[in-house]
């Protein structure tokens, strides 16, 4: 099995409020984005690594990957206006060779255990598209404009999702043109694919893999232990 990352950076980071995007943060010294690569990289089985991000920048990307000793990085592209955007261009570049799998992992998800990629690698050997969720705990509810609950949504079913997220290379690929031509955008890959008509299976995934989206989110638990 071969695996190709996508790492798809090219946000602006509204809501954390830098200058510079949240995948450029400075964490313990090194960019956020950093130590994202660095989980994928050192993994045997992932044969290579692509980047979106924003032209501006590229150089400050190449740095990152020359002073880290990245080699599994074979393309920076450019992203898109959308994260859809942005993960497409970087399928564009991919070669597919038998036996291929993309992984998509969002920039901004840097405490993402090798041990829990290493697991959905393991996965989607049978299912061929995997993503990870965490079951949902609170009680959900419903509400109309006003904020008016209209009613309370059963949660035994519900899950919410994160990255990474792994499919077949054909499915993804198929999946994307599909989503393409109807201009069908999804707030992640495995939308695509369900739109598609595949079945994506949910495995547990880590509570501390979260999405780096404010500054608080930094503040919730030893982040350190998990970079
Ligand atoms: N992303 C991307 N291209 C876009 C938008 C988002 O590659 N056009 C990436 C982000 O860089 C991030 C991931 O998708 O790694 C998840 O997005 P999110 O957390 O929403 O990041 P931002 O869009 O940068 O943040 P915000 O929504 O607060 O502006
Ligand atoms: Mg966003």
Not at 38 to 48: A, G, H, L, T
Not at 62 to 86: L, P, W, Y
Not at 157 to 163: A, N
Request: include cysteine; proline fraction near 3%.
């Amino acid at each position: 099995m071969k695996f190709n990352v996508i790492i798809p950076a090219s946000g602006s980071g509204e809501r954390f409020r830098t200058r510079i995007p949240k995948q450029f943060f400075q964490l313990n010294g090194k960019e956020l984005i950093t130590y994202t690569i660095r989980k994928f990289n050192s993994i045997n089985s992932v044969e290579s690594i692509v980047i979106a991000t924003k032209k501006e920048y590229f150089k400050r990307l190449h740095k990152i990957i020359k002073d880290n000793k990245f080699q599994k990085v074979i393309a920076v592209v450019e992203g898109g206006a959308t994260r859809h955007d942005s993960v497409f261009n970087g399928l564009k570049v991919i070669i597919p060779t038998d036996d291929c799998y993309v992984i998509i992992h969002d920039a901004v998800r840097p405490f993402i255990t090798e041990k829990k990629i290493k697991e959905m690698m393991e996965v989607v050997k049978d299912c061929k598209a995997v993503i990870p969720g965490v079951k949902i705990n609170d009680t959900i509810k419903e509400v109309n404009k006003s904020n008016i609950v209209l009613r309370t949504v059963p949660r035994k079913y519900l899950w919410e999702i994160q990255t990474p997220q792994i499919f077949e290379y054909d499915i993804l690929r198929k999946s994307f043109e599909k989503a393409n031509r109807e201009k069908f955008k999804g707030t992640d890959e495995s939308s695509i694919v369900e739109n598609a008509g595949y079945k994506v299976k949910i495995i547990e995934g880590e509570k501390t893999n979260i999405k780096v989206t404010t500054k608080d989110d930094l503040k919730q638990f030893d982040i350190n232990r998990f970079l």
